[in-house]
């Protein structure tokens, strides 16, 4: 059964119910709608293996103060479909990057992972169309095999 025959016979369903209008959907909270437009490009993208929303920060629990994620991660964090990490930092229109959060995806971009800030879906999908076609992250320096001799 197709989505579009799905549909309409969920709709049919209602069909004695009086129409309404929808409420309009409105987010007055820019990065929070940057953050859900780019985690749903990333779900759908075909170079996207999985994809997580990371929460950091400080909860109170009782008299006891919990630390999650750490200072400077991205807000989403995945794997592409080749094994590289990606990680997403999510900004408002006028939003900047915090100097914890820059340093962070400079550290994913030098080990071969893929890190960029998105501020909308168009971002998201320029930067994984530019990494698609990679298929090999580069080498670590730090791993050199290139001098180890195999028998």
Known sequence: MTRAVARQQQAALFDDLPPQALPPRRNDRAEAAALAEVLQTL????????????????????????????????????QLIDGRLLAVECKAPKGRLQAEQAAFLDLVRRF????????DCRDA???????????????????????????
């Open 43 to 78: 779900r759908h993208h075909p170079a996207v293996a999985w994809v997580r929303r990371q929460n950091s920060g400080v909860a109170r629990i009782g008299d006891r103060f919990v630390r999650f994620g750490w200072p400077g991660c991205s807000d989403i964090l995945g």
């Open 112 to 119: 071969g992972g893929v890190a960029f800030q998105a501020r």
């Open 125 to 151: 999908q320029r930067w994984l169309d530019q990494h698609q076609n990679r298929q090999e992250p580069p080498a670590d320096p730090r791993c050199d095999t290139s001098s180890a001799s195999h028998e």
